[in-house]
């Protein structure tokens, strides 16, 4: 049984900088794909970023401003969040999958994170 623990979100100004992480155990990484989601109640989860195994990334409508990353430790991934606005606000899930793909994305996820709350102030 594969879990998904996420840290790093907080309470911060517009124009500020947090890096979320997201540690998978409980399972076989080898072949485990992880990325990043996002959601504001009332709205559907947004994808945001993957990463595969082997490094190859992928990114949702956030371009340039976050910037997903592995962690030593290969069942660790980032996600750096660079000059935050308010609209940024929301719970970010890490998210996994253990189907045989290249990389995740909004339609394989097996595994989610509990959730990591987001609040950009203006």
């Known amino acids: 049984q594969v879990q998904l623990v996420e840290f790093g979100g907080g309470l911060v100004q517009a124009g500020a900088s947090l890096r979320l992480s997201c540690t998978a155990s409980?399972?076989?990484?080898?072949?485990?794909?992880m990325g990043w989601f996002r959601q504001t109640p009332g709205k559907e989860r947004e994808f945001v970023a993957a990463i595969s195994w082997d490094g190859t990334t992928s990114r949702g409508g956030v371009q340039g401003r976050f910037t997903i990353s592995k962690g030593a430790a290969r069942s660790t991934i980032y996600l750096q969040m660079n000059e935050l606005t308010p609209q940024d606000t929301a719970t970010y899930y890490c998210a996994a999958t253990s189907k045989p793909t290249v990389i995740l994305t909004a339609t394989n996820v097996d595994y989610w994170g509990q959730g990591t709350q987001v609040t950009v102030s203006s």
């Open positions: 409980g399972g076989t990484f080898s072949n485990l794909q």
